[in-house]
């Protein structure tokens, strides 16, 4: 496969990839290309793995995580299909939104590497064994990882409630 042919088939995907991990959509097209500039360079040798497409993505987590280590990015709340069309109203009257704004920004509070594998484990639907290819750890580092992220998660979401009500508790 010639890259233009796998840039173009890939593209959405790695874009949704990108946002997944960095909230942002002007980020997500940023570190999206700067991917594929490297990749268009290595392509004859990443040609010839057997996929690809895994190669990429790992180039784009990497991305992703030496882009957090080099300087502190605010994320933004922003809905799922923002790569796809305008961006919604910051504010709708339906719950459904507000969870899922409240999920984008916890999740943009988690440390890089736990964001990395909720993406892709719940996102990229990986297994263990291929996330911890991804990242360059052990399956049982992305164990870890995965379940530190999900308390923290968890903890911030029973947390909310007292918060909202002001009465102090669950702090």
Do not use: H
């Amino acid at each position: 496969m010639r890259f233009e042919e796998f840039a173009a088939a890939r593209m959405s995907s790695l874009l949704r990839y990108a946002f997944m991990l960095c909230g942002d959509r002007e980020l997500a097209r940023d570190m999206t290309q700067e991917v594929l500039i490297r990749a268009l360079v290595k392509w004859r040798r990443i040609e010839r793995l057997d996929r690809p497409d895994a190669y990429v993505r790992t180039m784009l987590t990497n991305e992703f995580l030496s882009l957090r280590r080099r300087k502190a990015v605010a994320t933004v709340a922003l809905t799922y299909d923002a790569l796809d069309g305008p961006a919604a109203p910051a504010v709708r009257p339906d719950d459904a939104y507000a969870d899922r704004a409240d999920l984008w920004q916890r999740l943009g509070t988690l440390p890089r590497r736990q964001r990395a594998v909720i993406v892709l484990r719940y996102y990229e639907d990986l297994s263990d064994a291929e996330i911890a290819d991804v990242l360059g750890c052990g399956a049982s580092t992305v164990r870890a990882y995965a379940t530190r992220a999900l308390a923290t998660l968890r903890v911030d979401m029973t947390k909310t409630p007292a918060l909202a009500t002001g009465d102090g508790e669950g702090r």
